[in-house]
C-alpha cells in the first residue's frame, strides 16, 4: 500500500478534539458519526484498489445539504481538513484521507428529488448510487447518460466530482453537457444553490460546471440535475476479433458511418487484456479463433428490425473487407451481459494480480497501440519486462476508442521503484509528445497531480489555483491533491 510517499501533513490543519466529535455528534447524532473505531473506519480510510490508506479517526455521514453546510462551517472556522467521499471507487486516490482528514461521506444522502417524464430531467441527492438511479429510470423508460463498471458502488455526487466518462459517453456525451444543475456546498458552508432543470438558460458564468471534475476541491457536491435520454427499446451487442490496431479503426470509422445514430459505444482490448481477463474470471470464448484484438460494438434505436438489418450489414462489410476475422452478434439479454461483462470485468481481474500500474490517458486515436507497444519495448529493454521471474507479469491495453482513452495497466508481482521509474515519468513525456492527455476520465486525486505540467500549461495551473484559493482559502478540502504540490 502507498503511503502517499512525498507528503507530510500540513500543520496548519486542526487535530480533531474530543469537542469538535461532541460539535458533530449533537449535529448528526451518534449514528452520523464514526470516531476511532479502526474497523469502521478501515474502508473510509481505504481506497477500492487497497492502494491508497489513510489515518483518518473521524468519518461524517451527514443526512441533509444543511448538515454539510453546518460541517463545512465547523471545519472551515477551525481549520479543519475534509475529504468528501461518494461511492470510494475513485482510482486515483483522491477518495481516502492522505492523513487525519475528516471524511465527510455522502452515503446518507440518497433520495431522488424530483423527475420530469416530459423533459427526463432527474434530480436526486449527490449520494445516489448510479446503478440505482439507472434501474429507478428504466422503469420510467428512461436510463441514466452514463454508465462505467463501477455503477454498483458509485454515487453520482462522485462521477460529477471526477467526471467520469465511461462506457457511454461516445452516445450521451459528458456530464459537462448532461448536468444541467448542481446543488453544492462550498468550503465555508455556503449553500449554492443551482439546481436548474433548464437546457438554456444563459444567464452569466455558468459556475457549476467549475465543480464537475473538481474532484472534492472547492465543494461538496449534495445535488445534481441531469438531463436523461430514453431508454431505447432496441439493443444489439456484437464483438468483432480483428487482427491489428489499424483494423480497430477501421472498424470504428465504419461503424460511425454504416451505424451513425444507433451506435451507442465502441470499445476495444488486446488478447492480453483478455487473458488477464481469463486468468480471474469464468467465460466461455464467446469465438472460435483468438484474435489479436476485440471490439465490442452497441448499437442502441427505437426499431429492432432495422437496426438488425444496419449492424448486420456493417458485420457482413468488415468481414467481407477483411477488416474482422470474425464477428458474433448477441442473440439475446444474457449474451449481451457476458461479452460486456467481459469489457467491464478488466479492472477486477488486474485488482486480482499483485500489483498493478493504472493508466487512464487520452492521445489521437492512432497512436494509442503504438503507446501500449513502445511501453512494452520499454519495460523490456528496460530489463523489467520478459523473463520468467519479471517484475513486470503483462502489459494490457483496453479502452473506449471513440474518446481516444487507452486505459494502461501494467501488471507486475510486486510494486519497485526500478518499474515506476521506468514507467514514470517516461509515459508522461511520451503522451505530452503526441498531444495527449495524461488522464482521461479518473482524475487526478493524488497519484496524477504533480504531473498536470505535462497536459496544461503553467499559466492554466496558476489560474487553477487562483481559483481553489478564492474558494477554500484555507486550503481545507482534499488537500494534497488534484493540483501539484511541489
Ligand atoms: P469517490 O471515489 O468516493 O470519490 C472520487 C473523488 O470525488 C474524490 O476526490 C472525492 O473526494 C470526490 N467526491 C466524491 N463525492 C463527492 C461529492 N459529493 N462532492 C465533492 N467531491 C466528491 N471512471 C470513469 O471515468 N470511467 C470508467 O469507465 C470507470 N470505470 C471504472 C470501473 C471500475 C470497476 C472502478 C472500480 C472504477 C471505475 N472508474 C471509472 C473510476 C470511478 O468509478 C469514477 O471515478 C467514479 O466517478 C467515482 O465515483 P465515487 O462515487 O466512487 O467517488
Ligand atoms: C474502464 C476502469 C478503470 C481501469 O474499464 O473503462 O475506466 O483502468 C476503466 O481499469
Ligand atoms: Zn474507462
Known sequence: VDKFPGHVRNENFKK?????????????????????????????????????????????????????????????DQKIAVVPQGGNT???????????????????????????????????????????????????????????????SCHIGGNIATN????????????????LGLEVVLPDGTI??????????????????????????????????????????????????????????????HSRKELSEILSAFEFWDINALEMFKKHAVTKAAMENEYPFYVLVETSGSNKDHDDEKL?????????????????????????????????GFTEALGKEPAVYKYDISMPVPKIYECVEDMRAHLTQGGVLGKPDSAVIDVVAYGHVGDGNLHLNIAA????????????????????????SISAEHGLGVAKNEFLGYSKSPVMINMMKTIKNLFDPNGIMNPYKYLPTK
Not at 321 to 338: F, K, L, M, P, Y
Not at 413 to 436: C, M, Q
Request: proline share 2%.
Open 90 to 152: 475513485g482510482l486515483v486516490g483522491g477518495s481516502v484521507p492522505l492523513f487525519d482528514e475528516v471524511v465527510l461521506s455522502l452515503q446518507n444522502m440518497n433520495n431522488i428529488r424530483g423527475f420530469d417524464d416530459v423533459s427526463g430531467v432527474l434530480s436526486a441527492d449527490a449520494g445516489c448510487v448510479l446503478e440505482v438511479l439507472d434501474n429507478w429510470l428504466g422503469e420510467k423508460g428512461y436510463m441514466m447518460p452514463l454508465d462505467l463498471g463501477a455503477k454498483g
Open 413 to 436: 508481482n510486486r510494486h519497485d521503484k526500478k518499474t515506476s521509474e521506468l514507467i514514470e515519468p517516461y509515459l508522461f513525456e511520451w503522451v505530452a509528445k503526441h498531444k495527449g
Open 16 to 76: 480533531i478534539t474530543e469537542q469538535d466529535v461532541d460539535f458533530f455528534k449533537s449535529l448528526l447524532g451518534e449514528t452520523g458519526v464514526v470516531y476511532k473505531n479502526e474497523d469502521d473506519l478501515f474502508a473510509f480510510n481505504t481506497d477500492w484498489m487497497n492502494k491508497f490508506r489513510g489515518k483518518s479517526q473521524l468519518a461524517l455521514k451527514p443526512k441533509t445539504t444543511q448538515q454539510v453546510s453546518a460541517i463545512m462551517k465547523y471545519c472551515n
Open 164 to 179: 467520469a466518462g465511461g462506457l457511454r459517453l461516445l452516445r450521451y456525451g459528458s456530464l459537462h453537457g448532461t448536468v
Open 312 to 344: 448486420n450489414n456493417y458485420l457482413e462489410k468488415m468481414m467481407e473487407n477483411e477488416v474482422a476475422q470474425d464477428g458474433v452478434v448477441a442473440q439475446d439479454e444474457t449474451q449481451i451481459r457476458s461479452l460486456w461483462a467481459i469489457r467491464e
Open 192 to 253: 449554492l444553490d443551482n439546481m436548474a432543470t433548464l437546457r438554456k438558460d444563459n444567464t452569466g458564468y455558468d459556475l457549476k460546471q467549475l465543480f464537475i471534475g473538481s474532484e472534492g476541491t472547492i465543494g461538496v457536491v449534495t445535488g445534481v440535475s441531469i438531463l436523461t435520454p430514453h431508454r431505447s427499446k432496441a439493443v444489439n451487442v456484437a464483438l468483432l476479433g480483428l487482427n491489428s490496431f489499424e483494423d480497430v479503426q477501421k472498424a470504428f470509422t
